[in-house]
């Protein structure tokens, strides 16, 4: 059995507070790369998006719960900004597909493609 092997990689964008989304994305995966340049942030990893279980430690409780990257990113947009997140993957020559999100402060779009 092939394992599914998948990038993802975002445009540029401006947030509300760098540190703080840096701080969730860490968060969420911890191989997650967020970089920023010129006040604008990206992120990528050599993962599969949208979803990640991750811990997160609210006070003195740690509770397991299920992400969605494109939530996440869209908490943390500037006004009038857009994100758009991408991702490819590939399992042996079974199938190749992707999608991409195309998120704003007031709505989230998704787009599929692939071949199998």
Known sequence: ????????????????????????M???????MVWE?????????FCS???????RQDGVEIKEEVVDIS???????ADGETAVVCEIGYEKLCY???????ITGEKIEYMEIGAS
């Not at 860490?26 to 997650?32: A, G, R, T, V």
């Not at 340049?37 to 990528?44: D, L, Y």
């Open 1 to 24: 059995m092939a394992n599914y092997e998948a990038v993802c990689r975002s445009t540029r964008f401006r947030v509300k507070d760098v540190e703080a989304f840096k701080r969730d």
């Open 26 to 32: 860490e968060q969420l995966h911890p191989k997650m």
């Open 37 to 45: 340049e010129e006040g604008k942030v990206a992120f990528g990893e």
């Open 49 to 55: 998006l949208p979803y990640y279980r991750c811990v």
């Open 71 to 77: 939530e996440l990113v869209q908490s943390h947009l």
């Open 96 to 102: 190749v597909g992707g999608f991409q999100y195309h």
